[in-house]
């Protein structure tokens, strides 16, 4: 039935609107005295800023032996300077209304600040403090020291942040990215506030480092005038921390196994993918919501929806400077592991064999391009997106072209990623389970090595507890 003149014919699905672009401001690039660099973004519809200051340098820079130095390092930023205590610190941020947080990555670290704009030159005054003379005091290095060994502990006792944290030693081995960026009991108990003052002294330097600000931000002279003087005092170049490897891809399957009494599973397949600047990195992610990106993945559809396995099963791909992990994650019911395991194993099989169909494909592209513009909607999250294009060397039309770069890629390019990339004889699986129950199945899957949450080698004890 034909709907009349000014009714909605609900029989008939709308017609897609145009896709959204994405069109960001160009950037006021400034370089200090200092040598610190600077890229502003102005959005004057909200008297707010967001300051990213971005260090070239993370947690592949952390001492052989003491991972977690950069994460304490940042930590330790407003717990006290040269001037102030940490209570005092403390009272500055809440008088300027800021929000003051850190990230740390194996790539780099990022200190975020938030604030209105009319307090913009007194949270300039505390950004350059913070950074540049911080006191490391014994007391308080020591406390944070505890807190993150404490953070570790309780960790340890999710089956899921186990998992994950032995897939990526299974994975990347000695490599720094086989550590995670806030390190392990071993080596976060041998972190100091002498072993922080030296990492500080190396890398927290203005030349190589860059400045974001985005929101009401003044015009070029007036904010290089405010800049200058905030941050003149922070002098120096960076030590030189040399090339980070490339990973190695293991040459044949790594199975472990970690004994965990319960119902369930932690189960983890992956293996190294590429970087970020990788020209294909538009293909893989489409590659991978097809795989399991999305609620409508393969792996998703197969383990939940046919077989009822599991509340949800994914995939991601962690692109960094060098070639980062991927990983397929999910927990099943513990009668089903090696089974659950096999057909996540089948399914990336499946992705070398058999092309995306039309309807797999546009449907990865629209999630990839469609939600874009939703990432650009406050100052925060453009700010964050410019500090990828920096860590990562992107261009500065990077965001504008993506959706065109998503859209271009076809069913071979997909194909052949997988074949690239999935390869199910040089992955690494994981599981966390009550593998006695089931380890000679699990056997069949490869040469079998059982560790315990630490990843220490251990023995299959009949009757052992959980951890």
């Known amino acids: 039935m034909m709907a009349s003149a000014g009714q909605l014919d609900r029989s008939r699905r709308p017609a897609p609107g145009a896709a959204p672009t994405i069109r960001l401001p160009r950037f006021l690039r400034l370089r200090l005295a200092n040598g610190l660099r600077v890229?502003?973004?102005?959005?004057?519809?909200?008297?707010?800023?967001?300051?990213?200051?971005?260090?070239?340098?993370?947690?592949?820079?952390?001492?052989?032996?003491?991972?977690?130095?950069?994460?304490?390092?940042?930590?330790?930023?407003?717990?006290?300077?040269?001037?102030?205590?940490?209570?005092?610190?403390?009272?500055?941020?809440?008088?300027?209304?800021?929000?003051?947080?850190?990230?740390?990555?194996?790539d780099a670290t990022t200190l975020s600040l938030r604030f209105l704009s009319h307090v913009l030159?007194?949270?300039?005054?505390?950004?350059?403090?913070?950074?540049?003379?911080?006191?490391?005091?014994?007391?308080?290095?020591?406390?944070?020291?505890?807190?993150?060994?404490?953070?570790?502990?309780s960790g340890l006792d999710e089956p899921r942040v186990v998992a994950s944290l032995r897939l990526g030693?299974?994975?990347?081995?000695?490599?720094?990215?086989?550590?995670?960026?806030?390190?392990?009991?071993?080596?976060?108990?041998?972190?100091?506030?002498?072993?922080?003052?030296d990492y500080?002294?190396?890398?927290?330097?203005?030349?190589?480092?860059?400045?974001?600000?985005?929101?009401?931000?003044?015009?070029?002279?007036?904010l290089r005038q405010r800049l200058e003087t905030v941050f003149q005092a922070w002098q120096g170049d960076p030590e030189d921390a040399g090339e980070l490897a490339e990973p190695e891809?293991?040459?044949?399957?790594?199975?472990?196994?970690?004994?965990?009494?319960?119902?369930?599973?932690?189960?983890?397949?992956?293996?190294?993918?590429?970087?970020?600047?990788?020209?294909?990195?538009?293909?893989?992610?489409?590659?991978?919501?097809?795989?399991?990106g999305l609620f409508s993945s393969r792996i998703n559809m197969n383990l939940r929806e046919e077989r009822g396995w599991?509340?949800?099963?994914?995939?991601?791909f962690d692109a960094r400077k060098r070639r980062g992990p991927y990983y397929i994650a999910t927990a099943v019911d513990a009668k089903v592991t090696v089974d659950a395991i096999r057909e996540i194993l089948a399914e990336m099989e499946r992705m070398q064999a058999e092309p995306p169909s039309?309807?797999?494909?546009?449907?990865?592209?629209?999630?990839?391009?469609?939600?874009l513009p939703r990432l650009f909607e406050t100052v925060g999250q453009v700010s964050g997106r410019v500090a990828q294009q920096v860590i990562y060397g992107l261009p500065d039309n990077y965001w504008e072209l993506y959706p065109e770069q998503v859209r271009a890629v076809t069913q071979t390019n997909v194909q052949l990623l997988a074949e690239r990339l999935l390869s199910t004889r040089r992955t690494a699986i994981i599981v966390v389970g009550p593998i006695r129950d089931f380890h000679a199945e699990l056997e069949t899957l490869g040469p079998l090595?059982?560790?315990?949450?630490?990843?220490?080698?251990?023995?299959l004890l009949p009757g052992r507890a959980a951890p």
């Open 358 to 371: 039309d309807e797999e494909l546009e449907l990865a592209k629209n999630a990839l391009t469609l939600s």
């Open 200 to 222: 500080h002294s190396r890398f927290y330097r203005p030349s190589g480092a860059t400045l974001i600000l985005v929101g009401d931000v003044p015009e070029r002279d007036e």
């Open 249 to 292: 891809i293991p040459e044949a399957r790594r199975l472990r196994a970690v004994q965990w009494s319960g119902p369930q599973s932690e189960i983890r397949v992956g293996g190294v993918g590429i970087s970020r600047a990788d020209q294909d990195y538009p293909a893989v992610q489409v590659m991978n919501a097809i795989l399991g």
């Open 39 to 106: 890229l502003a973004v102005r959005h004057d519809n909200l008297p707010e800023v967001s300051a990213r200051l971005v260090l070239p340098y993370g947690a592949a820079e952390d001492p052989r032996g003491r991972a977690g130095v950069a994460l304490l390092v940042a930590r330790a930023l407003t717990e006290g300077t040269t001037e102030r205590s940490a209570g005092e610190v403390a009272e500055w941020l809440d008088l300027l209304g800021a929000r003051f947080r850190v990230d740390v990555n194996h």
């Open 169 to 197: 030693e299974a994975t990347f081995g000695e490599h720094p990215y086989g550590v995670r960026a806030g390190g392990a009991e071993e080596t976060v108990r041998e972190i100091n506030a002498d072993v922080l003052s």
């Open 121 to 153: 030159h007194g949270a300039f005054e505390l950004l350059a403090e913070v950074v540049s003379r911080p006191a490391f005091d014994a007391k308080e290095v020591d406390r944070l020291r505890d807190e993150r060994l404490d953070e570790i502990a």
């Open 310 to 316: 599991t509340y949800g099963a994914g995939s991601h």
């Open 449 to 459: 090595e059982i560790q315990d949450i630490h990843g220490r080698a251990a023995g």
